[in-house]
Structures are given as structure tokens and as C-alpha cells.
């Protein structure tokens, strides 16, 4: 699956552009925007520490989703989003946040 969207951390008023691209559940409760928050939320909260205590700390409004996943995109990508998370199946997830290449590794 690939998805756009706009995320927004508490206490920051700026609104920032993200593209997930991997696996997400085909069933939620909440809606698409709370299954990638719950997905990404880890490095969020690491990254953000001071300011991502929880889930509701972190605001996404989906603008695109592809669930066949039949497109790809370049390397390039990463110095337009400000957030490009990789969720792979069949690697180690890949983040680059600001056009850099994040060292999170996970909790």
C-alpha cells in the first residue's frame, strides 16, 4: 500500500507532508489516518520525545491511498516529503525525515 498524507505533532502548528509505503491492516475501527498513526507512532515518539507522550499526540489526514501498491518511487522523493516511512515485508523499515536517513532501528 502506498499513502500520502499531511501529520501534524502537538504543539506545532506546522502541517507536514509524509508518504508511507508498506503493509497496513485491510480492517480498522478508527479509520486509515489512526491504523498509520498506530503503525508509525513508535518513531514518532521516539523522535518527538518531548512531545509525542501518546497516540493522540499525532494528527494525519490521509490525501491519497494506493492499495495494490503497483507504483514505486525513486530515491528522490525523500528531499520533497518531509517524512518517507518503508515499511517493507521483506527488509528492515526504512525513514528518512527531512531528506535524511533516520538511525531508529525500533524499539
Not at 87 to 99: C, D, R, S
Request: proline share 2%; net charge negative.
Amino acid at each position: 500500500m502506498i499513502a500520502t498524507f499531511l501529520y501534524r505533532i502537538k504543539g506545532d502548528s506546522s502541517k507536514y507532508y509524509g508518504k508511507y509505503i508498506g503493509k497496513c491492516p485491510t480492517t480498522y475501527e478508527e479509520g486509515m489516518d489512526r491504523a498509520l498513526a498506530n503503525i508509525m507512532f513508535p518513531f514518532f515518539q521516539h523522535t518527538y520525545s518531548d512531545r509525542m507522550k501518546d497516540l493522540c499526540d499525532l494528527s494525519i489526514g490521509v490525501l491519497s491511498v494506493d492499495r495494490m501498491g503497483k507504483d514505486y518511487y525513486s530515491e528522490h522523493e525523500k528531499d520533497v516529503f518531509d517524512l518517507v516511512y518503508c515499511n517493507w515485508t521483506n527488509q528492515a523499515v526504512e525513514i528518512h525525515l527531512h531528506g535524511d536517513l533516520s538511525k531508529w532501528t525500533g524499539a
